[in-house]
């Protein structure tokens, strides 16, 4: 199988290669070499100490200057761009010649047309050229910047033209070093026009190759035989790709650029693999991702021009090496062959654990979880599946206390995601499902079926890959029963990211916080606009319905139209709330009521030793005083809690205001509860946005996030009679000695299956356990 490399760029091209930056951000480079060599490396976490603190001693103004322009490019390289402005704003300010200024212009201008305002673009643009006078280099860095704004409103053979005209301009250039940094930048925009530009693009590559050969410049040298080995590769030419791939691999001897070394190992890896080496392949890709851990807390995950560094670089490398490893194994004796899918294993797990991270936009909580995890033997009666979704095909790998196991079976992964779509959708509509339950099981789990009959498996621990996320396993169907009838199912995100101690039981049972909002308050007034505004025209449109059947579909896909908010240093914040007016503010108050919620937490009153807040009671400020106290083992949230495709459009709603997940974590490890783990959150109202399979991430990062060891959440909405009756056995069954989470949740799945009620898989499949199954 070939995974193909990113368009454009690959985890971080160089920033002139993206914006061609101005002659005096690199000026700092005299005064500021540690924190440059720190930022070039990819150590921007220490790159930014270092350059705060010569920025915050600096005793002349020139440099104060250059500190504020390297710690702004240092922003912008880890995608904290909200912080880069000030620092811009005061270089371009403050600096002490006209040079200077336009250099800082340009950077000003670069930043602008990032956040998407190209008006602010074009004036920093317009100074910088005003202000350079004769300087040639500043000049063809505005202009190429100005082509890149401009380039969406031009046809290719114009844009090309346009570059042409630079290309020439730039041979005037007296800076072989500023030439081979424009070079790069016109190179990836003349890449970028296709077919009609790859000539000039090779131009711009080569010449980049040729003028950082000499000492001094090795970041730059890498950079343009990184480009122009991928030039070749693209066009097939894999011997030449491959020659420059090792050239680039030799100058890398003895430098600390990991970023860089990421993508050219992963090229290294794919080339070897197409020439059938597959021994060396392992090795490259292997490579690439050691490069990966060696940095993987200064990566940035945050998204760019769409695109997050996790989907498009990081996921292929380390999906790349697992394929080759299981595809390789099956020669091999069986000693070999085990220790050979435990190392898919591991890389699967390293996989996801930066998915989750990409997901949160938040590294401490998943090196937390990872750094705090206790683990005993797999039980002899448990199982964990990973299946793994390739293009051509579904890969099971099976581990038990015995050993490792793989089944592998051709599918394409655009019908095993429409089977999964057909089958949710079926679901959620209350319409015949079994077709797509049976199709799913064959392919699912009957592969695995004899090995864990044989075993004696009773519970089956499942860590989704994709779309699977998205898919209840409990409801496949093997033509007789559910697989929930065989085996109790749990989910982790990742095994290396789950406390697998054994539960305590403690006589009593747990203490528990029951919150719950049957009636909305004030909260209406926080959530996002485009959430809002897509209630309202729903229940305008669906008048004969349920106002709350209205409000749950449509949470569930408006989710996916909330904007991320453009920073991560803003955690805790949702984009800019609706402000409604007073017929309205009822108007969702109505939609959003949950009616069912006050006989939900009257049951469990009874079932566990509780302390209660509900509606009014259920305020952010009593929530989090609550849990502060370190008091709950359990904390139950009965309200609506919605997840999107990241954390930032993930929360859960208390009367007066909504709860982010940065919220949760911030309250369940403050005060007494920094120490301990939560047993159990369980948020009864939530679900997951229509179609995204990453929304279901949220649960995992909610429980994260929380430090609890699982947490219990649904897929869907349900019926509130359905979940009230769910919860209640859920909590009779957990207090059983003997019973894990897993089989308490089995065995209330199976009563509501029982029921004449709530027979169909649209009442009991969506409840899912996620983390700790113990």
């Given at each position: 199988?070939?995974?193909?490399?990113?368009?454009?760029?690959?985890?971080?091209?160089?920033?002139?290669?993206?914006?061609?930056?101005?002659?005096?951000?690199?000026?700092?480079?005299?005064?500021?070499?540690?924190?440059?060599?720190?930022?070039?490396?990819?150590?921007?976490?220490?790159?930014?100490?270092?350059?705060?603190?010569?920025?915050?001693?600096?005793?002349?103004?020139?440099?104060?200057?250059?500190?504020?322009?390297?710690?702004?490019?240092?922003?912008?390289?880890?995608?904290?761009?909200?912080?880069?402005?000030?620092?811009?704003?005061?270089?371009?300010?403050?600096?002490?010649?006209?040079?200077?200024?336009?250099?800082?212009?340009?950077?000003?201008?670069?930043?602008?047309?990032?956040?998407?305002?190209?008006?602010?673009?074009?004036?920093?643009?317009?100074?910088?050229?005003?202000?350079?006078?004769?300087?040639?280099?500043?000049?063809?860095?505005?202009?190429?910047?100005?082509?890149?704004?401009?380039?969406?409103?031009?046809?290719?053979?114009?844009?090309?033209?346009?570059?042409?005209?630079?290309?020439?301009?730039?041979?005037?250039?007296?800076?072989?070093?500023?030439?081979?940094?424009?070079?790069?930048?016109?190179?990836?925009?003349?890449?970028?026009?296709?077919?009609?530009?790859?000539?000039?693009?090779?131009?711009?590559?080569?010449?980049?190759?040729?003028?950082?050969?000499?000492?001094?410049?090795?970041?730059?040298?890498?950079?343009?035989?990184?480009?122009?080995?991928?030039?070749?590769?693209?066009?097939?030419?894999?011997?030449?790709?491959?020659?420059?791939?090792?050239?680039?691999?030799?100058?890398?001897?003895?430098?600390?650029?990991?970023?860089?070394?990421?993508?050219?190992?992963?090229?290294?890896?794919?080339?070897?693999?197409?020439?059938?080496?597959?021994?060396?392949?392992?090795?490259?890709?292997?490579?690439?991702?050691?490069?990966?851990?060696?940095?993987?807390?200064?990566?940035?995950?945050?998204?760019?021009?769409?695109?997050?560094?996790?989907?498009?670089?990081?996921?292929?490398?380390?999906?790349?090496?697992?394929?080759?490893?299981?595809?390789?194994?099956?020669?091999?004796?069986?000693?070999?062959?085990?220790?050979?899918?435990?190392?898919?294993?591991?890389?699967?797990?390293?996989?996801?654990?930066?998915?989750?991270?990409?997901?949160?936009?938040?590294?401490?909580?998943?090196?937390?979880?990872?750094?705090?995890?206790?683990?005993?033997?797999?039980?002899?009666?448990?199982?964990?599946?990973?299946?793994?979704?390739?293009?051509?095909?579904?890969?099971?790998?099976?581990?038990?206390?015995?050993?490792?196991?793989?089944?592998?079976?051709?599918?394409?992964?655009?019908?095993?995601?429409?089977?999964?779509?057909?089958?949710?959708?079926?679901?959620?509509?209350?319409l015949s499902f079994q077709p797509q339950a049976k199709r799913l099981y064959l392919a699912l789990l009957?592969?695995?079926?004899?090995?864990?009959?044989?075993?004696?498996?009773?519970?089956?621990?499942?860590?989704?890959?994709?779309?699977?996320?998205?898919?209840?396993?409990?409801?496949?169907?093997?033509?007789?029963?559910?697989?929930?009838?065989?085996?109790?199912?749990?989910?982790?995100?990742?095994?290396?990211?789950?406390n697998t101690n054994a539960r305590v039981h403690q006589k009593g049972g747990f203490k528990t916080l029951?919150?719950?909002?049957?009636?909305?308050?004030?909260?209406?007034?926080?959530?996002?606009?485009?959430?809002?505004?897509?209630?309202?025209?729903?229940?305008?449109?669906?008048?004969?319905?349920?106002?709350?059947?209205?409000?749950?579909?449509v949470l569930t896909r408006s989710l996916r139209n909330i904007p991320k908010p453009a920073d991560t240093?803003?955690?805790?914040?949702?984009?800019?709330?609706?402000?409604?007016?007073?017929?309205?503010?009822?108007?969702?108050?109505?939609?959003?009521?949950?009616?069912?919620?006050?006989?939900?937490?009257?049951?469990?009153?009874?079932?566990?030793?509780?302390?209660?807040?509900?509606?009014?009671?259920?305020?952010?400020?009593?929530?989090?005083?609550?849990?502060?106290?370190?008091?709950?083992?359990?904390?139950?949230?009965?309200?609506?809690?919605?997840?999107?495709?990241?954390?930032?459009?993930?929360?859960?709603?208390?009367?007066?205001?909504?709860?982010?997940?940065?919220?949760?974590?911030?309250?369940?490890?403050?005060?007494?509860?920094?120490?301990?783990?939560?047993?159990?959150?369980?948020?009864?109202?939530?679900?997951?946005?229509?179609?995204?399979?990453?929304?279901?991430?949220?649960?995992?990062?909610?429980?994260?996030?929380?430090?609890?060891?699982?947490?219990?959440?649904?897929?869907?909405?349900?019926?509130?009679?359905?979940?009230?009756?769910?919860?209640?056995?859920?909590?009779?069954?957990?207090?059983?000695?003997?019973?894990?989470?897993?089989?308490?949740?089995?065995?209330?799945?199976?009563?509501?299956?029982?029921?004449?009620?709530?027979?169909?898989?649209?009442?009991?499949?969506?409840?899912?356990?996620?983390?700790?199954?113990?």
């Open positions: 199988m070939k995974f193909a490399p990113p368009a454009m760029r690959m985890l971080k091209l160089g920033l002139f290669a993206l914006y061609a930056i101005s002659p005096a951000a690199f000026a700092s480079e005299r005064t500021l070499e540690q924190g440059l060599r720190d930022c070039a490396s990819g150590n921007y976490n220490q790159a930014l100490s270092i350059l705060q603190t010569a920025y915050a001693k600096a005793e002349k103004n020139s440099d104060k200057v250059k500190a504020a322009s390297a710690l702004a490019q240092t922003f912008i390289q880890t995608h904290q761009t909200v912080k880069a402005e000030p620092y811009l704003s005061f270089a371009f300010e403050n600096a002490e010649n006209k040079l200077d200024k336009a250099g800082y212009a340009v950077d000003f201008g670069n930043w602008q047309q990032q956040q998407g305002h190209a008006g602010q673009a074009r004036y920093y643009y317009d100074a910088a050229l005003k202000l350079a006078g004769n300087d040639a280099a500043i000049a063809i860095s505005a202009e190429l910047n100005q082509h890149k704004l401009d380039a969406k409103k031009q046809a290719p053979v114009d844009q090309l033209k346009n570059l042409q005209t630079l290309w020439q301009r730039l041979q005037q250039v007296g800076d072989s070093v500023q030439v081979a940094r424009y070079s790069l930048n016109l190179g990836v925009q003349a890449k970028s026009l296709g077919a009609v530009g790859q000539a000039l693009a090779f131009q711009a590559f080569e010449q980049a190759r040729v003028l950082t050969t000499k000492p001094g410049q090795p970041r730059l040298q890498l950079e343009a035989l990184d480009q122009l080995a991928q030039m070749y590769e693209d066009a097939r030419r894999f011997d030449e790709a491959l020659a420059l791939t090792d050239q680039a691999l030799l100058a890398a001897q003895g430098q600390e650029v990991h970023d860089l070394l990421i993508n050219i190992e992963w090229r290294h890896g794919r080339i070897l693999r197409i020439q059938a080496k597959a021994a060396e392949a392992i090795a490259a890709y292997q490579r690439a991702v050691e490069h990966i851990e060696a940095i993987r807390t200064d990566i940035p995950v945050e998204y760019q021009d769409g695109r997050s560094s996790f989907r498009e670089t990081l996921e292929p490398v380390y999906l790349g090496l697992a394929d080759l490893l299981l595809q390789t194994s099956d020669p091999l004796d069986d000693e070999r062959k085990n220790a050979q899918l435990r190392r898919a294993r591991d890389v699967l797990e390293l996989l996801k654990q930066t998915e989750l991270q990409d997901y949160l936009g938040d590294r401490c909580a998943v090196d937390t979880a990872r750094a705090n995890r206790k683990s005993t033997m797999l039980a002899s009666d448990t199982a964990i599946l990973y299946p793994i979704v390739l293009p051509d095909r579904l890969e099971l790998l099976l581990e038990t206390g015995k050993g490792m196991y793989r089944h592998s079976l051709p599918m394409s992964a655009n019908k095993l995601r429409a089977d999964v779509i057909d089958f949710g959708n079926n679901l959620k509509d209350n009957t592969p695995v079926d004899a090995e864990l009959t044989q075993q004696g498996i009773r519970t089956l621990v499942i860590v989704p890959d994709g779309v699977l996320r998205l898919l209840p396993f409990a409801a496949l169907h093997d033509g007789q029963r559910f697989a929930i009838e065989k085996y109790a199912i749990a989910v982790v995100p990742a095994l290396s990211l789950t029951l919150a719950g909002m049957s009636e909305p308050g004030t909260v209406v007034d926080k959530l996002p606009n485009a959430m809002v505004e897509q209630l309202l025209n729903a229940n305008q449109q669906s008048a004969a319905m349920n106002g709350r059947q209205v409000a749950r579909a240093s803003m955690t805790g914040k949702l984009p800019q709330p609706y402000v409604s007016k007073p017929e309205q503010h009822q108007q969702l108050q109505q939609m959003l009521a949950l009616a069912g919620v006050d006989e939900e937490i009257r049951t469990l009153e009874k079932l566990t030793i509780s302390q209660t807040l509900l509606n009014a009671g259920f305020t952010v400020a009593a929530f989090s005083q609550k849990v502060k106290t370190g008091d709950y083992q359990i904390v139950h949230i009965a309200s609506h809690g919605v997840f999107g495709g990241t954390a930032d459009t993930s929360f859960v709603m208390a009367h007066d205001d909504v709860i982010t997940m940065d919220n949760l974590q911030l309250f369940l490890r403050a005060g007494n509860m920094k120490s301990q783990e939560l047993e159990l959150l369980t948020l009864s109202a939530c679900e997951t946005a229509e179609g995204d399979d990453r929304a279901p991430l949220g649960l995992s990062g909610a429980a994260l996030k929380a430090r609890a060891r699982s947490a219990l959440g649904s897929l869907w909405p349900v019926s509130d009679d359905a979940a009230t009756l769910l919860m209640g056995q859920f909590y009779r069954s957990l207090a059983e000695p003997l019973t894990s989470k897993a089989q308490a949740l089995q065995k209330a799945q199976l009563k509501l299956m029982k029921n004449n009620n709530f027979n169909h898989p649209f009442y009991w499949a969506p409840f899912i356990m996620v983390g700790s199954w113990l």
